[in-house]
């Protein structure tokens, strides 16, 4: 098996072991990402000296005995939202083209102390605002499984770059899909934690209610052994949850007995394609094959989902946008005859046509005289759907179902029908809007070739659960070993 075909928890053996250093699997990912990146265009920063530098000192601290962090000379990648001191850190849009910041992220800060080396900046959707990595202000990404096609977003360089072996584990970000959908897309794991699992400190926020930080990775187990090192309480962070961290780890190969699966019959309507459905049914047989039973629940304001979603959104990005205004943060016009004319021009000219648009719908729905009608509407409906899912889980361990309603589909089919690409959203944005935890782990390949996503869901806190879920899954199936053909 090749070095960067080996899943991240073979690699730590090795390193830990001295079969492999550092700077022999940094190199071999910066290799792969010099051969293929400029077909997948996943990256939008790689500093392949710092990069070397960073494994050179990690073997260098080995060698001499001086105690390792837990993910010693692992490469990770890491979206390019998280605040990374002195490293652009550009959220794929104009408006921070230049920005590098004096802080570290707390997730990032987590990841050197556990000394991962830090390979690169994956692309996205501008501030997060997509679902399919059109929206980035520099150059889409490219599906490494049909470079026609979309990888999901808004998270997609994240989750491509995995796929495509260019880096073994990443860092996404999930507001309402953005970690789950791209997995899905790109036929990887992707796990989106309970609301206040990971620390949201050097995020730049796109909704706070809804963002949660999570791990890319191409197995179960590899999943657990990011999402330990990244979790847990951090006092920067005031929606940061004081709970201890479960070691994921030495519990993901414990069978789950007795496990209850829910079906959600809504979710399997017209809107699904036929493959879509298909593999999801066949994966509910194997967990039945390995001692689940599967009882039909009802999400009733499920329905409502999508609309209050694409509210609340907008209207919590409306507000944490304000701050680029040309003064404070961000991009400054170079032209302009008046303070305001400054503002205007400084925004127009920074921000994308996507977060143009939801800057502007959070805007109304927050103005005087729709505030009542729209925000404060969605946020009652909302907590209904939290209270559907608390009550499903009374009668079940968990949910499952599609991620997404189709494959990838092709890059600019819905560049012109914001609509249908929101409608994407369907099954992944009740997971954020309550609060619980989701993943996303490879059931299929279409008649297309493209790989066809699983999405379990699970209480707050159940992260456990949902990665010895996934990885029973994976010891009975081999999805998660396919991989795209090589460019």
Request: proline share 6%; charged share 20%.
């Amino acid at each position: 098996m090749s070095l960067i075909d080996q899943t991240a928890v073979e690699l730590l053996s090795n390193l830990t072991s001295g079969n492999l250093t550092s700077v022999e699997l940094t190199g071999a990912f910066l290799d792969e990402i010099e051969r293929r990146d400029g077909a997948v265009k996943a990256f939008l920063h790689v500093d392949a000296d710092a990069a070397m530098a960073q494994a050179d000192e990690i073997d260098r601290n080995r060698t001499a005995g001086k105690p390792a962090g837990r993910l010693a000379g692992m490469p990770v990648a890491v979206k390019d939202l998280l605040c990374t001191v002195d490293v652009p850190t550009t959220c794929a849009s104009r408006m921070l083209e230049n920005f590098c910041p004096p802080y570290d992220a707390t997730v990032v800060a987590r990841l050197k102390a556990a000394d991962a080396v830090l390979i690169g900046r994956t692309n996205m959707d501008e501030f997060a605002m997509g679902g399919s990595c059109e929206n980035s202000a520099f150059h889409p990404t490219h599906n490494p499984w049909d470079m026609d096609r979309i990888p999901g977003g808004s998270s997609g360089g994240a989750a491509a770059c995995v796929a495509a072996r260019m880096a073994p584990l990443s860092i996404g970000s999930d507001t309402g899909g953005s970690i789950r959908s791209p997995a899905a897309m790109c036929g990887v794991t992707g796990m989106k934690p309970t609301y206040g699992r990971v620390s949201r400190y050097g995020l730049v926020a796109f909704a706070s209610s809804l963002d949660q930080l999570g791990p890319i990775a191409q197995t179960a187990e590899d999943t657990a052994l990011l999402l330990e090192v990244i979790a847990g309480h951090d006092l920067m962070d005031s929606t940061s949850v004081d709970r201890p961290v479960p070691k994921y780890t030495e519990t993901i190969g414990r069978l789950l007995e007795g496990l209850r699966i829910g079906i959600v019959p809504e979710h399997f309507g017209d809107a699904l394609d036929d493959e879509v459905d298909a593999a999801v049914r066949e994966s509910i047989r194997v967990y039945e094959s390995l001692g689940a039973t599967v009882k039909n629940i009802s999400l009733p304001h499920g329905k409502y989902a999508v609309a209050a979603y694409y509210i609340i959104a907008p209207c919590e990005a409306s507000g944490n946008l304000a701050r680029y205004d040309g003064v404070h943060y961000g991009r400054r016009t170079d032209e302009h005859d008046s303070l305001i004319g400054m503002y205007s021009r400084s925004r127009s000219e920074g921000f994308g046509p996507e977060v143009k648009r939801r800057i502007m719908l959070g805007t109304y729905a927050l103005s005087s005289g729709y505030y009542d009608a729209y925000y404060l509407k969605a946020l009652k409906v909302r907590r209904l759907i939290r209270q559907d899912f608390d009550r499903a889980f009374d009668q079940v361990d968990l949910i499952v179902g599609p991620v997404a309603p189709t494959p990838a589909f092709k890059i600019g089919e819905k560049a012109d029908d914001p609509l249908s690409m929101y409608l994407f959203d369907l099954y992944t944005v009740g997971t954020n809007l309550a609060g619980i935890c989701g993943i996303s782990i490879p059931c299929g390949i279409s008649g297309a070739g493209l790989p066809i996503g699983l999405h379990l869901q699970a209480p707050t806190f159940e992260e456990e659960r949902l990665l010895r879920a996934a990885a029973m899954f994976q010891r009975a199936t081999d999805w998660h070993t396919r991989k795209p053909s090589p460019v």
